[in-house]
């Protein structure tokens, strides 16, 4: 399992509209960025409070993508 779909399972596990997920990766020679597009219903479940959720996502993918020494980011798009 490579890093893009361990990130599309924890968002399944977490969000109701699972056949809305959709995950865009975007490299440049710094950054690799993942945009992430979730039902506009799912918004509330992916921030939470402050935030919490999301930062501990962007933690563990920091983590898995770090072992490649490898550096990501987290961007999140609703979808209406």
């Not at 990766?25 to 992430?36: A, G, N, Q, R, T």
Request: net charge neutral; no cysteine; aromatic share 6%.
């Amino acid at each position: 399992m490579d890093n893009i779909e361990f990130l599309k399972v924890i968002l399944e596990n977490l969000l109701q509209k699972k056949e809305e997920i959709k995950i865009k990766k975007s490299e440049d020679e710094f950054w690799i960025l993942l945009e992430i597009e979730v039902d506009k219903s799912d918004m509330p479940v992916l921030i939470w409070k402050k935030g919490n959720t999301i930062n501990s996502i962007r933690n563990i993918m920091r983590v898995a993508w770090g072992v490649k020494n490898e550096r990501v980011n987290i961007k999140i798009i609703e979808n209406n």
